[in-house]
Each structure stands twice: as C-alpha cells, then as structure tokens.
C-alpha cells in the first residue's frame, strides 16, 4: 500500500518512508495546533514548534459503583502546557465485616460535618458480632497534584494515584477497614514516588488526596493540599487541612525528599446522603468554600459527570491558572 503525505498530500511509491517532495515521515501524525506539520516522536511539531495534546490535556472517568455512577474530570488549565495532575478512580466489592480502630495517636482533630470522627478511634470499636461495614461496592478516588518546581512532576503524580488506588481497591477487596488501607496506601504511594527520585536532589514530587467511599464510611487520606469535601446542603464541609503554610508552600508531599510521609487520615459515617469531591487546587484556589460548591453543583448526585464538568469549566472561567482536577462521588448509604 502506498501511503499519502499528509503534507502535502503526493502519493509515496510502496516501501518509501519519507515524502519524496517535502521529506515528511509517511504516516506521521500531523500537528494539532498548525495543520501542516509532521509530529515526532517526542510528541512536538516539526513545523512551528507546539507541543501535542496528550491524553492527560483533559480526561474524563465515569465508572458504575452498584447502583450509582462517578466520575473524574482532569484538565490542563489555560496556563500551564502539561497538566500535572493525575486521577484515579475505581470501584470494588467489598465484603462485609467490622472494621478496625484506627491506631492511636495519628491526626489531629478537625473540624467536621455531623457524625463526623477525625483522627483517632476513627471508627468505634466494632460491637460483638456486629457489622458495622456492610458488604456492597466501596468507590475508591485518588487526585494527586505534581509539584511544579520538582523534575518530572506529571510522572511523580501519576506513579501515586495509581499506586494508591490499587492498594486500596486490593486490601479493600480483602476485607480490610478503609482507614487501615488508606494508611497502607499512601505508604506505598509516597515509596514509589521516592522510588522515581536520581537523587534528593533530583526527586520528583506530588500531594496526594484519597477518598474511600464505602456502604457506610466516607474516608479520606492526605498528604498536602489537595482536597476533600462532603457536599450536602448546608451540612456541607471541607474534610481535609492542607499542608500548607503561609503564602501556600507545601509543608508535605510525597517524593524522595519528603522525609517520612505521615499521611492525615478521617473517616465518618454520614447521616445522609451527599457526595464526596476530591479535587486539586486548581478548583479550590477559585472556589474554596463548601457551600458555593454544593450550589454550584446541586444535582451531582443524579449526574456526577455534568457536575465534574461544570466545576472544571468554572475554574477555567475563573482564569485556569493551574491544572484542575475533580472527582465526585456520590453517597447514598445503599451501595
Ligand atoms: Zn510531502
Ligand atoms: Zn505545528
């Protein structure tokens, strides 16, 4: 078969791997942004130079969870050239069975919407006999944001999210309480990112934020300032704290030179239902209050992925400075 190029559309003869008339690789894929040019292998224009769209320039999810969908919005921002977000989304059955105290003497407390029990004893000690967790699908969502200063940030971010939520999906499967598999999870997260590292100098790095949603529980897990919310009306609320201090530099990440990773781990037992939104700061830094959040979006549990759309696209609205990703996951307590 003879191949048309796709410059300037001669036909090549059988064999040829270049256009006889402009040199262009037959076959090649021509570029996004100018039309007329041949991209290479690194993924750039031959012609004016753009880098190529990638997968990662905006991505959706939606996945079913029993009788309930989520869904993932992830999306480059209008000033960055890579989007060094990452998002991972994944529903597995879970058995039933009573579920583990949380260990002594991790997190702080915090602030929390009804019901809600932060760090420690995070979930009561399980009655004789009793099944606190019941069996049905538990919805495990992972946003990590790439630290920009750090080498290769879309790799570090991409290497946590999925490390974390196969570790949950895995010991989540097995039975294990959602707090004890958060902690597991983000262990494993934060030694595959160092894993990346060449040296403390040269460590890729990335915040990492989980949210476990469970028949019963919603659980989630930090390290940094990627965030969680519950969505609820007026009983919605921020579930996590970043890491962060004045001026919004990062007190903790993931990454080699990180030092030990002590993730922020909360899990409660809704009331009611709502939804969980798991985003990075490229939503929050425009709309960080709970409330103008649940109204922005009030039927996100009929339509999670409408609801991750509309919130990337006020984002983008409100300027896009920075990468933008959004999970939502409803609750419904009948999963
Ligand atoms: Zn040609
Ligand atoms: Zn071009």
Redesign the pocket.
Known sequence: MAAI?P??S?EGLPGERF?E????PLGATLCASCGAGAVDADGYCGRCGVRQPTGRDHAEIELTAGAVRVAGVSDRGLRHSHNEDAMALTVTAVPAGPYAAVPAGTGDPVAGPAGWQGGRDAFPPPAAGGTPGGAGHAVVGVVCDGVSTSPRPEEASQTAADTAAAVLAERLAAGADAVAATYQAVAAAAGAVAGLADSLFDAPACTLVSAVVDPRHVTVGWVGDSRAYWLSGPGSALLTQDDAGPGHVLTAWLGADAGEVVPHVRSFAPEGPGVVLVCSDGLWNYYPDPLALAQAVPDAAADPLAAARTLVELALQAGGRDNITVLVIPFTGRR
Request: charged share 10%; aromatic share 0%; proline share 0%.
């Open positions: 190029c410059v300037c001669l256009c008339e402009c040199g262009t």
